[in-house]
């Protein structure tokens, strides 16, 4: 009898170790997957933290990233070029036209304050490699068949407006300069406040503000000259 069963013995214990082993193996497949999964779970973390800051990250600066400006610091530059240029234009006239001395130094003020802004954000376009706007747009005889009356810019006069300034003297001249100056820079700061919300170009958004706190205050004098007349 102990014969016959050394066999079977032999054969539980064989089936032992093989049912030992598949628990072993399904353990150690178990832990390899836990172990596995567990950088893939590190690493989706790490992407949900990068997909959260994306809005306010990467996504939300790029455009600032890019030369450190945005399209409406283009957009800025190229709408207030020609806008500050035709505020010359009209500063231009005073000398020879206005009656009062107030008038003709604070169309000089102008002149002398946007005159340099014109060429800065010129070079802020060619640096950014955009079109800086042509010198033709300041309503005056070197644009002929161009009306602005109609001009996405706010504030800024017709060539039936800049032909009606230029024909006139003496005292009409300065109450028609002082309304449409005024009108003119009340355009200027509007562009200016946009500028100065949605604009990325460090320099842009200080001159915006430059203007807006200038050209109110020139806004004011002026109301005050016009009350006077």
């Known amino acids: 009898m102990a014969l016959r069963r050394s066999p079977i013995r032999r054969t539980a214990a064989l089936a032992a170790a093989a049912t030992a082993a598949v628990v072993l193996t399904a353990c150690g497949g178990s832990d390899s997957a836990s172990s596995s999964a567990s950088p893939s779970a590190s690493s ?19 455009p600032a990233a890019r030369g450190g400006h945005n399209a409406q610091d283009v957009t800025f530059a190229q709408e207030m070029i020609p806008h500050h240029r035709q505020a010359v234009a009209m500063a231009g006239l005073a000398p020879s036209r206005a009656a009062s001395q107030d008038v003709k130094d604070l169309a000089a003020r102008i002149r002398k304050a946007q005159d340099p802004e014109i060429a800065t954000m010129s070079g802020w376009l060619k640096a950014w490699g955009e079109k800086v706007p042509d010198d033709s747009g300041s309503g005056m005889e070197s644009m ?13 006069m017709s060539d039936r407006d800049m032909k009606k300034l230029q024909g006139l003297s003496g005292g009409a001249f300065d109450k028609a300069f002082l309304q449409m100056m005024i009108g003119h820079h009340e355009g200027a700061i509007a562009m200016a406040r946009t500028e ?15 203007i807006v706190t200038s050209q109110s205050a020139e806004i004011t004098e002026m109301q005050k000259m016009l009350g006077e007349r």
């Open 44 to 62: 989706g973390h790490s992407g949900h933290g990068m997909g959260t800051m994306s809005p306010s990250g990467p996504s939300g600066t790029a």
């Open 196 to 210: 100065g919300s949605r604009g990325a170009y460090g320099p842009a958004r200080t001159m915006a503000k430059s």
């Open 144 to 156: 002929p068949g161009r009306d602005h009356s109609g001009s996405s810019m706010p504030g800024m």
